[in-house]
């Protein structure tokens, strides 16, 4: 038991330091300011978490963001009184609707300095709205034995919180009265303080309850009644992928069910586990002639939808019986269909039952032979083609990255053309992203975070993306791995000219694609770190296998934004057009 005697303050925060470092916190990201003093000096004195110091809030939040995506564990924020706590905002928006657990730790005035122009002091209690999970502002620190426990369960609590029943931010104010710093007081006199202080605090986790194996059953003999039922499989990043993949193959065969698998799944990168993977929907379903003859009674949803418009378009118009799979308490169907969520995991869904399979895969076989025909025109319109452009970007980097790489792909028009044209593989390649509230903030942060001390990884982005978060820069020397930056600079927001009001000019190209006209080279050199033009798919290809181990590099590759607009246009319906209910049947 390490706790720091030397006044009240320096005592709270370390009780919050050792009740945390005893459930297995690993990191905290730390905001410098005077407020939060006694939170810095404890955790930065505690060798068993990783401290991190950053100057910029929202830039930390993000980068906090990517490392408990990677770790599946909170992770500590902690940033002084006033304004600096509303820059970890867009970060908890994103940590709630992608379920990522934070701990955010707020330093605040005490109560009478509030409401009397006391510098810094801004109302900072439920700053977050409804974001948090669970928020609460602590008591003013005191040395009362019963206190003393109130901190250390209410810290328990949060940290359950913030995993259960489903992972996402938890937020703590605290006020801290002078002194900040670690002055002794001799005052203090806590002989009697005891032993067993900490002794109910451990890391063993409470399982959430499953659903019987009754009523998985139940279900499970109605989906096999049908002849027409497919697997939907949104973003994920699961813990452990391949387990996460058997579940859904063991489904899949199971049900002789085709699986449609968004880009950012690890399905399309674990292709030899699944037989029936389907990674051609968006383009497929382009085609009116046939959609007809694909359409399910039933869809087994697992986790979000997919980010495909065509997709969620079908889906409505063909309304087929709707089961969700996933362990949290959210909604997964804005679709509003006739919807049944079932709150357990794929995993657990698949340990459950031991079905026989249905021998009826006719409806299964036209996937698949659909599936093979728009991929093989895909593959030869992408060889074919010598002239760099975007899309042809997520489709050969797929096919270069070593084995088990993480990337974080960027939102806008990056994560739509990996939804397009991210071939299947078995290279276990590991997709990253922020997809719960789809933002552009916080993408360089954030793949920092995902990258600190694991594998060599990559970041797929746009220059809008990047340029929105180049503070995420100042983090190179606390940084430790390796990121290689995948630039694609349309110079704007490619995203914009796939929709209507691209046709509008003026305002469409100062107030929609926002052109910055930028010299990469040069903000690379601001920040030390290293770039490289890229002027070939050969050059490309060199520079993704083998990765560095160390350091951040900029890969940019120029492209231009209306002439790959108008390739989307011109081709995304085009791969299936040419096959007809005759070729399948």
């Not at 250390?152 to 900040?180: A, K, M």
């Not at 990884?457 to 340029?467: E, I, P, R």
């Amino acid at each position: 038991m390490s706790l720091d005697f030397r006044n009240t303050n320096t005592l709270w925060a370390s009780i919050i330091t050792e009740t945390l470092k005893r459930f297995g916190l690993t990191t905290a990201i730390i905001c410098p300011g005077s407020r939060s003093t006694p939170l810095t000096i404890t955790f930065a004195q505690e060798k068993q978490i990783e401290t991190i110091p950053v100057l910029d809030e929202r830039s930390a939040a993000f980068f906090a963001l990517g490392i408990a995506k990677k770790t599946n564990l909170p992770v500590a924020l902690i940033c002084t009184s006033g304004t600096a706590g509303a820059n970890f905002y867009p970060a908890i928006i994103e940590a709630k609707e992608s379920r990522v657990p934070l701990l955010i730790f707020t330093a605040d005035r005490p109560p009478e300095l509030r409401d009397c122009h006391s510098g810094q002091t801004i109302d900072q209690v439920k700053m977050y709205g409804n974001y948090p999970n669970w928020q609460t502002e602590l008591a003013t620190p005191s040395l009362e034995i019963s206190l003393l426990h109130y901190l250390r369960q209410t810290i328990v609590y949060g940290w359950e919180r913030s995993l259960f029943p489903t992972p996402g931010p938890v937020h703590f104010n605290i006020p801290f009265r002078d002194p900040l710093a670690p002055i002794p007081d001799h005052k203090i006199n806590l002989q009697n303080f005891p032993e067993n202080f900490f002794s109910t605090v451990n890391n063993k986790q409470a399982e959430l309850p499953s659903y019987t194996s009754y009523f998985i059953e139940h279900y499970f003999q109605e989906w096999l009644k049908s002849e027409r039922v497919i697997i939907v499989c949104g973003t994920a990043s699961p813990q452990f992928p391949q387990e996460y993949c058997q579940a859904i193959s063991h489904l899949s065969q199971t049900l002789k069910a085709p699986v449609i698998a968004e880009g950012l799944s690890p399905l399309r990168n674990y292709n030899q586990l699944n037989p029936y993977l389907i990674s051609t929907y968006d383009l497929i379903l382009r085609n009116q002639q046939i959609t007809q003859q694909l359409t399910p009674e039933i869809a087994i949803q697992i986790g979000d939808l997919p980010t495909s418009k065509e997709l969620r378009i079908w889906l409505e118009i063909t309304q087929p019986k709707r089961w969700i799979i996933d362990p949290s308490y959210h909604n997964f169907d804005p679709l509003h269909g006739k919807t049944t969520h079932l709150r357990i995991s794929v995993e657990q869904l698949a340990n459950h039952c031991q079905l026989e399979a249905n021998v009826n895969s006719k409806y299964l076989q036209i996937w698949c032979d659909i599936e093979a025909k728009v991929r093989q025109q895909i593959n030869q319109e992408m060889t074919a083609t010598e002239n760099i452009f975007e899309s042809k970007i997520p489709w050969l980097i797929c096919q270069n990255l070593p084995a088990e790489t993480p990337i974080f792909i960027a939102n806008s028009m990056p994560v739509r053309d990996v939804e397009f044209f991210w071939q299947p593989n078995n290279s276990r390649i590991q997709p990253f992203f922020n997809r719960g509230a789809n933002g552009i903030d916080g993408t360089l942060s954030t793949a920092l975070g995902i990258a600190h001390r694991q594998k060599s990884s990559v970041l797929l982005t746009g220059d809008l993306a990047l340029l929105h978060d180049t503070n995420g820069f100042l983090l190179r020397n606390k940084f430790i791995g390796h990121l290689t930056i995948i630039l694609i600079n349309n110079n704007g927001g490619g995203i914009f000219e796939m929709l209507p009001i691209a046709k509008f000019e003026p305002p469409f190209e100062e107030y929609f694609a926002t052109p910055q006209d930028i010299d990469f080279a040069q903000l690379c050199a601001t920040y030390n770190v290293e770039y490289e033009l890229i002027n070939s798919w050969q050059h490309l290809q060199q520079r993704l296998n083998p990765l560095p181990d160390k350091g951040i590099r900029v890969l940019e590759i120029q492209t231009n934004r209306k002439a790959d607009a108008k390739w989307r246009q011109e081709n995304l319906g085009k791969f299936a057009k040419t096959i007809y209910s005759r070729d399948v049947s």
